[in-house]
């Protein structure tokens, strides 16, 4: 173990054990950054304020770099009225195009209607983006 000691020292160790510790070292090295997926819930009539409020946090996420999965929550007798869970889904995609790009186009899951946005370029932390412009 000590290779530049004097007498020279060495351990002896389980090899099976040290075998599964170089593997376990291998697997762990070889995870990357992981992408959440964030999802951010409408109603089809949702208030303007917190429509506003759920856009930006939809953009903290993309500036983070993180995916973002917008839906529409259709509750009761409001499954009639589609056509707001799409028109709301566009305007929230088109605010956020500048940041974003559609990586799944918009699709019923039950009551559901979602899209998948993800981060064209991943920016700074907001903070040192505020420094600069100081």
């Given at each position: ?18 075998k ?51 839906s ?13 869970g ?49």
């Amino acid at each position: 173990m000590a290779e530049k000691a004097q007498p020279p020292v060495c351990k002896i160790i389980d090899f099976k054990k040290f075998k599964y510790q170089e593997a376990k070292k291998l697997r762990s090295g070889k995870k990357g950054k992981k992408q959440d997926l964030k999802e951010i819930r409408f109603t089809p009539f949702i208030a303007s304020k917190d429509y506003q409020t759920r856009i930006e946090r939809a953009k903290e996420f993309l500036n983070q770099g993180h995916k973002v999965r917008l839906s529409v929550k259709f509750v009761g007798r409001q499954i009639t009225r589609k056509e707001f869970g799409h028109k709301l889904l566009t305007r929230a995609v088109k605010e956020l195009e500048n940041i974003s790009k559609v990586e799944a186009e918009p699709k019923f899951q039950g009551r559901l209607l979602m899209t998948v946005l993800k981060a064209k370029g991943v920016m700074k932390d907001a903070q040192t983006k505020n420094k600069k412009i100081s």
